[in-house]
């Protein structure tokens, strides 16, 4: 699970998680309100890899799931990315 999870200033109702597995770390983030997040910073500490790719997964409005490659920056041993969260959805993130 997550050691810490920050939210928008205000809360917004995102409701988020991380975890990690054998195959790598990921990140979801569930977005069950009318609102759209343009710019939500990420960064996963210590995440064990120096991977700077991974794979975003979004589903929205409950439609199929879409897969692109993204990329993280580093700074120190953790690697943050800015993500856009649309209105009823979840994205998941993997770095491997």
Known sequence: MAKSISTPT???????TAFYTAQ???????????ASYPAINLTLANPGTTATQGTL???????????SNVSFASQ??????TITVPPYSVQAISLK
């Open 57 to 67: 997964y979004t589903i929205t409005n409950g439609a199929q799931i879409n897969a």
């Open 24 to 34: 790598g770390d990921a990140l979801v983030i569930t977005n069950p309100t009318p």
């Open 10 to 16: 205000g809360g917004g109702g995102l409701a988020t």
């Open 76 to 81: 120190g041993t953790s690697r943050t990315i």
